[in-house]
């Protein structure tokens, strides 16, 4: 355990809801911010990767945006503040979970669309 700690890394978390640890230096990202299992992040950033935010709240995913490149990044949304962030998606991130945040508008659509397709 104290070998561990020792070798702890200065941007390594614990995941807020899941308790995950998840080390800050992952395949695809240089500022990991949120947990690659459940997708919720903190509240710590003012700007990108400074760290600077007194909030410390945690950051619900709220959905998927697609960026002009094609790449996906999740939007946050703070419990605490409701302050809105998107981040990159992170090459390890669980890949169910964010097609089930992509998914989420469609799932609760707020128009019968189905209604077309029923003979
Ligand atoms: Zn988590
Ligand atoms: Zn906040």
Redesign the pocket.
């Known amino acids: 355990m104290s070998n561990r700690s020792r070798r702890h890394e200065a941007g390594d978390f614990t995941c807020i809801r899941c308790k995950q640890p998840v080390p800050s230096g992952s395949y695809g990202t240089k500022h990991r911010n949120h947990c690659p299992l459940c997708l919720w992040s903190r509240?710590v950033d003012d700007q990108t990767g400074d760290r600077r935010?007194a909030?410390r709240?945690p950051m619900r995913p709220v959905g998927i945006e697609v960026r002009q490149s094609g790449e996906w990044a999740i939007i946050h949304r703070?419990c605490?503040?409701d302050?809105m962030r998107t981040n990159r998606v992170a090459g390890d991130d669980a890949e169910l979970v964010l097609l089930a945040l992509a998914l989420r508008p469609v799932q609760s659509a707020p128009f019968p669309f189905d209604a077309y397709l029923r003979e």
């Open positions: 509240h935010c909030c709240q703070c605490g503040c302050t």
